[in-house]
């Protein structure tokens, strides 16, 4: 029987208890092999989260992405730049009201969105933002 758990980064088979662990850990399931990766990155816990929920929506993203001497928190390298902010905030309302505005106006070579770490605590606006992103990456595959 084919095992149905596998690690979201890398897609190995794992058992359920390694799956299970991991969710409970880092929300999403993981071999060891990424659990040590994860817990050892420099990424926020906001970044780690944006991250996988766009991996978990097929999106090809890459996770303290290098770039010209800077790390960028979420990439899809030459397309777009993902950088979590944390700002401080009373109205994470219109956090993620500025932040769809922003998504409508970008036009720099490889744009850069700034996303409010506030956005990640709330869930539907976690959900939303997601959405959101996952749409602008999937604009920018190429067609045909």
């Given amino acids: ?20 662990f991991s969710r409970d850990i880092h929300g999403v399931p993981l071999c060891f092999t990424h659990q040590r990766w ?13 991250y996988f929920a766009l991996k978990s929506n097929q999106v090809p993203v890459v996770l303290e992405y290098k770039e010209g001497g800077k790390t960028i928190d ?5 397309k ?8 401080p905030t009373t109205d994470s309302e219109k956090d993620l009201n500025d932040l ?13 969105v700034r996303i409010p770490n506030s956005l990640v605590y ?7 933002t997601v959405n959101r992103l ?8 190429p067609t045909g």
């Fill in 1 to 20: 029987m084919k095992n149905i758990y596998q690690c979201l980064q890398c897609g190995v088979s794992i058992s359920e208890g390694v799956s299970e």
């Fill in 38 to 50: 994860i817990e050892e990155s420099f990424a926020t816990d906001e970044a780690i989260a944006f």
């Fill in 74 to 78: 979420i990439a899809i390298p030459g």
């Fill in 80 to 87: 777009l730049y993902i950088e979590l902010e944390n700002k």
């Fill in 100 to 112: 769809l505005t922003t998504f409508k106006i970008w036009k720099e070579e490889v744009p850069t």
């Fill in 122 to 128: 709330n869930h539907h606006q976690f959900k939303v």
């Fill in 134 to 141: 996952t749409e602008m990456c999937m604009d920018l595959r």
